[in-house]
Structures are given as C-alpha cells and as structure tokens.
C-alpha cells in the first residue's frame, strides 16, 4: 500500500507490505509539492508500486490537496491500483493516539478523553474538528476564525498544527503539535477510508468562476 499526504506543508509518501512500513519520506516544504511528491514516490522501493493508494482528500491546500489526488488518480489508472481517500484531520487524529498524546500524571489515561483537531486553515482561520478517544469524529469538519473556534470548543487535548495556539488563545488545554505524516495511513481504521475522491476544502474556494 501506498500512502501519499500533500494537505499541508509537510509532503509525506510511506510504502507498507502486510501492514509494516518498508520505507517512507518526509520533508516540510510549505510549497513545491507538485516538484517533490513524485520524485519522492520514485525513491521508494519498486518504485513505490502498489496495489492500493491512499491518499489524503484534505482539507488543507487547495493546491497540495489538489496534486496529492492528480498523482494518486495517475498511478491508480497506471498501476490499476485501488486508490482510496481519507481525511486529512483523521490521519493527525490516529497520530495522536499512535504516538500518545497525556503528558505523565496529568489525566487518567484509563479512560482517555474526546480531543480536538486543530490545523492552519488559511485566511486567518482554522480547520477543527473533535475526535472520540475511539477516533470518530464527534463533529464535522469546521473551518472558524481562531477567538470562535476557542471560544466553541472545550476539550482538554488539543492536537495539530494550531495546537499551542488554541490553548494559549482559550487560555487553557494539554497540547501536541502535529503534521500529518503519511507513515501512519496504514493504520487508519476502515471507516476513514473511501473510495469517493472528492476534496474535502473546509471552506469556500479561494477564486470564484465568473456568473
């Protein structure tokens, strides 16, 4: 399997077999993921050939979500690969459970919390969405203003890009900064994933057609 992660500034590619990472890249490039993502699947072993694609739909980037989706679509049609998408919000939500997100003592780890997903948005805004500890989302996709989302949500754990940020804006709140990483979609559970390729963008586009 194939995991391609272009949302945000992190561009990320991850090759498994049965489950288990062969090899993967990583680098954060604010920009030029259509120059890097491909050279960086070639690097991967077979030249990063598999039978299925995973892919993040966003949000994020129109661009990188954009360039994420044409490079997996090509190689889907090229290697006749299944190609799959899945939210970029939910990749940095197993993340946060793979990698543990309690600092020692300061919550009962027994009975894990609901958390919050917070990433850059653009335009001034952030991109949240709340998490069960199961790792469903227990709201949608939200794209709001930093004062309205702090002001909207209460969880105690706040994880993502914009993680310090919400904390010290509510005045409160245990913190992981995260990107996401396409090292962990292979652990993404069956309910993130869909077949349906459409973009998830959080908020209107940028540009709008002419009437």
């Given at each position: 399997?194939?995991?391609?992660?272009?949302?945000?500034?992190?561009?990320?590619?991850?090759?498994?077999?049965?489950?288990?990472?062969?090899d993967?890249?990583?680098?954060?490039?604010?920009?030029?993921?259509?120059e890097?993502l491909?050279?960086?699947?070639?690097?991967?072993?077979?030249?990063?050939?598999?039978?299925?694609?995973?892919?993040?739909?966003?949000?994020?980037?129109?661009?990188?979500?954009?360039i994420?989706?044409?490079?997996?679509?090509?190689?889907?049609?090229?290697?006749?690969?299944?190609?799959?998408g899945?939210?970029?919000?939910?990749?940095?939500?197993?993340?946060n459970?793979?990698?543990?997100?309690?600092?020692?003592?300061?919550?009962d780890?027994?009975d894990?919390?609901?958390?919050?997903?917070?990433?850059e948005?653009?335009?001034?805004e952030?991109?949240?969405q709340?998490?069960?500890?199961a790792?469903h989302p227990?709201?949608?996709?939200?794209?709001?203003?930093?004062?309205?989302?702090?002001?909207?949500?209460?969880?105690?754990?706040?994880?993502?890009?914009?993680?310090?940020?919400?904390?010290?804006?509510?005045?409160?709140?245990q913190?992981?900064?995260?990107?996401?990483?396409?090292r962990?979609?292979?652990?993404?559970?069956?309910?993130?994933?869909?077949?349906?390729?459409?973009?998830?963008?959080?908020?209107?586009?940028?540009?709008?057609?002419?009437?």
């Amino acid at each position: 399997m194939l995991a391609i992660e272009t949302a945000t500034e992190a561009c990320s590619v991850a090759l498994f077999e049965d489950g288990l990472e062969i090899d993967s890249r990583h680098a954060i490039l604010g920009r030029g993921h259509a120059e890097h993502l491909v050279p960086m699947i070639a690097e991967l072993p077979d030249k990063g050939r598999a039978q299925q694609i995973r892919v993040s739909l966003g949000p994020g980037s129109f661009t990188g979500v954009r360039i994420g989706l044409a490079v997996a679509g090509a190689l889907g049609v090229a290697w006749r690969s299944e190609v799959l998408g899945y939210p970029t919000l939910s990749l940095v939500a197993q993340m946060n459970d793979l990698t543990g997100a309690l600092l020692p003592g300061s919550l009962d780890v027994a009975d894990p919390p609901d958390f919050l997903v917070c990433m850059e948005g653009g335009h001034g805004e952030w991109f949240v969405q709340p998490f069960t500890a199961a790792l469903h989302p227990a709201g949608p996709i939200l794209s709001l203003p930093p004062r309205e989302a702090a002001a909207r949500f209460d969880e105690a754990i706040i994880v993502g890009s914009r993680a310090e940020e919400f904390a010290a804006l509510r005045g409160s709140g245990q913190t992981r900064t995260l990107l996401p990483d396409a090292r962990y979609a292979g652990a993404l559970n069956l309910h993130h994933l869909t077949s349906k390729l459409t973009p998830i963008y959080g908020r209107a586009p940028d540009a709008r057609p002419p009437a």
